[in-house]
């Protein structure tokens, strides 16, 4: 099927409204995404058609709504292709995965154990790691990263020892948009016995991942990043990771057998999966899936990296723009400042043209200690946007700037 972006365009109502008097131009999708027709379809008809609670009920709805949600769970694991279905759990996104598996570690880690992480993390994948650390007395090591937005391995051999027990490292950075090399991360840390987890939130809208390829431990993404609803997402653990891990939340469906004497856990998923779920959402998270398979894992990336191309060309012809994350692996992300301008002016400024993009430190203040700046102004690509657009864009801050200055 040829990539056709107007026809996919078709599929997103939103993406036909204006804003403040223009078209909207949407590039804030490092934050959240779009949502096609079919899945806003799919959400209205669970709820018009077959909305009550499951794994509980002998009554057909219940069964309906049950058969729907492990379906979703089902085409979940084919795309990640994790090798169990049990390995698929549901969460309300990856902060509650993180902190699902951080929680977890808390009872397996001891005084002087150490956590890797790296310097280009979300705060969704540092506070946890902190916490952990001041309740177990592991400390919290970090990789550096040099001045393209790069992590030094290097750096990361040194840290590595018989001590590490655990890495935490994004997939891709939502602030630059560097694609970090996983595959080797996840090798390097294998060879000390230490387990990873990769944080996909920002991948899994670009790339299709292969868990078993990978190797990898845990895995934490949000479907509302790929097209999905907020509310929901997985966590991908190994089985028998997931078997010493122990539950998170007490409550409904995660149990067996309760007496006051004792309680005993239900298997694998459920044991993670206490109390009534985001139903509609994992049924809605499997329809996003459906809907990126149909247009292509292989055709995003190519169309998207024409985009990055073309915006970051016709961006640097402005002069005095610098753009933070320049190493050579890199998504459809742009973080740029403009000398002398703030970004949240920028922001502003472009909003006023019906553009939306992100400003401030995007949930990774770290990286802007690093580069000594309040904040960038964030540009953040999907396969629905369009080059017109990028020369919106760059139409709309040529003229922020000429206001500002
Ligand atoms: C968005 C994002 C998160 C947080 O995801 P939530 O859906 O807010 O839990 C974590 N890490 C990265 C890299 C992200 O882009």
Request: hydrophobic share 40%; glycine share 8%; aromatic share 8%.
């Amino acid at each position: 099927m040829a990539f056709d972006v107007h026809k996919i365009r078709t599929d997103f109502p939103i993406l036909h409204r204006e804003v403040n008097g223009h078209p909207l131009v949407y590039l804030d999708n490092a934050a959240t995404s779009q949502k096609p027709q079919q899945v806003i379809d799919s959400i209205v008809d669970y709820y018009s058609n077959y909305n009550a609670n499951i794994h509980r009920g002998v009554h057909s709805l219940s069964q309906e709504a049950t058969n729907a949600y492990e379906a979703a769970r089902k085409k979940i694991q084919l795309h990640f292709n994790s090798k169990h279905n049990h390995e698929i759990l549901f969460t309300s996104g990856t902060t509650h995965g993180i902190n699902l598996v951080a929680n977890g570690f808390s009872s397996l880690l001891k005084s002087g154990d150490e956590i890797i992480v790296s310097a280009m993390e979300h705060h969704s994948n540092i506070v946890p790691w902190q916490m952990l650390c001041e309740h177990t007395g592991a400390v919290l090591k970090v990789i550096p990263m040099n001045e393209e937005g790069t992590l030094i391995l290097s750096a990361y051999d040194k840290l590595l020892s018989q001590k590490t027990k655990l890495v935490f490292v994004n997939h891709i950075s939502n602030a630059l948009g560097t694609i970090n090399p996983i595959k080797t991360i996840i090798e390097k840390a294998h060879a000390f016995g230490a387990a990873v987890l990769i944080d996909g939130a920002q991948s899994c809208s670009h790339i299709k991942p292969d868990l078993q390829e990978l190797d990898v431990d845990f895995y934490v993404t949000s479907a509302h990043k790929m097209c999905g609803p907020t509310g929901v997402g997985i966590l991908y653990g190994k089985e028998v990771w997931l078997n010493k891990l122990p539950p998170y939340q007490g409550g409904g469906e995660m149990i067996k057998e309760v007496t006051f004497e004792k309680t005993t856990y239900a298997e694998l998923p459920h044991k993670f999966e206490a109390g009534t779920p985001n139903i509609c959402g994992g049924i809605a998270f499997g329809a996003a899936i459906d809907y990126l398979n149909t247009i292509g894992f292989d055709a995003i990336e190519a169309y998207e990296k024409e985009l990055l191309n073309y915006a970051t060309q016709q961006l640097l012809a402005i002069e005095g723009l610098k753009i933070y994350g320049t190493g050579s692996a890199k998504t459809s992300v742009i973080s740029f400042n403009i000398e002398g301008i703030h970004p949240y002016d920028i922001g502003t400024i472009v909003d006023k043209l019906g553009i939306a993009v992100r400003t401030g430190h995007h949930c990774a203040q770290p990286i802007m200690d690093f580069y000594k700046i309040p904040g960038t102004v964030r540009a953040s690509f999907a396969f629905y946007n369009t080059m017109e657009e990028v020369d919106k864009l760059v139409e709309a801050v040529t003229k922020a700037k000429k206001m500002l200055t």
